[in-house]
């Protein structure tokens, strides 16, 4: 069974700072999905990494796969506050990337 | 285009009520998913489908049907509704393989009560 676990839950940082977001999956996957939900609102797509070592970046935000260590990350540089959200990562159960199971979210809060 | 839609946004229903949540795509996509958001928690996947007239269960597929007669639409029926329903949905479509990212575009979803 697929399982896909995030970790932090919660954090919270202050504007300006640096900071990590870690993905874990249990079984080999190909492909990856970062996800970001405003509260009360749909997911928008932030990145999709397709094999290992891939790295993709916009604006302040990170994202990369290490398909070896089932493991992807997403990166914060110099927080702002409008990043605040929360964060899902997604693990297709075939390689095409269908049939997503979700990690548990990590709920940002960026404070000025 | 209008992307992925749903409706009702708000809806309340009594226990054993049945209803059908509705999806529509207007973006030609192969794949089509339904899936459930319970509070401070990730989406679980429900059923999906990969293209019209073929349909499969997800991860928690009991208390509800899915039927896809058209590329389009993809609606979701709840058969007797139960307080553990009480969620928001979401549907979503992909491109399938025809997509080199096979990305999952979300509607707005679906937000439910049960009592």
């Known amino acids: 069974e697929l399982k896909v676990e995030q970790n932090p839950l919660f954090l919270s940082m202050q504007e300006g700072k640096n900071y990590t977001i870690y993905c874990n999956y249990s079984t080999t996957s190909d492909r990856l999905y970062w996800y970001r939900q405003d509260p009360g609102k749909s997911l928008e797509s932030l990145f999709v990494?397709?094999?290992?070592?891939a790295v993709k970046q916009e604006g302040r935000l990170m994202a990369s796969l290490d398909t070896k260590a089932r493991l992807s990350t997403l990166h914060i540089t110099a927080a702002v506050h409008d990043l605040s959200a929360t964060y899902f990562c997604a693990v297709g159960k075939d390689n095409a990337g269908n049939m997503l199971t979700f990690g548990g979210g990590t709920r940002l809060m960026v404070k000025p | 285009n209008a992307g992925v839609t749903q409706t009702p946004k708000f809806q309340v229903l009594k226990t054993g009520q049945s209803m059908t949540l509705q999806c529509a795509q207007d973006?030609?996509?192969?794949?089509m998913s339904w899936y459930r958001q319970d509070p401070g928690m990730g989406l679980r996947l429900i059923h999906y489908s990969v293209g019209a007239g073929i349909t499969d269960q997800g991860e928690v597929p009991n208390g509800y049907n899915v039927s896809r007669s058209t590329t389009e639409d993809f609606p979701l029926r709840l058969l007797s509704a139960a307080p553990s329903q009480t969620s928001v949905y979401f549907c979503?479509?992909?491109?399938?393989?025809?997509?080199?990212?096979?990305?999952?575009?979300f509607g707005p979803g679906t937000r439910l009560t049960v009592l």
């Open positions: 973006m030609n996509h192969e794949y």
């Open positions: 979503a479509s992909s491109p399938g393989p025809s997509g080199p990212y096979n990305e999952q575009f």
């Open positions: 990494l397709l094999s290992n070592g």
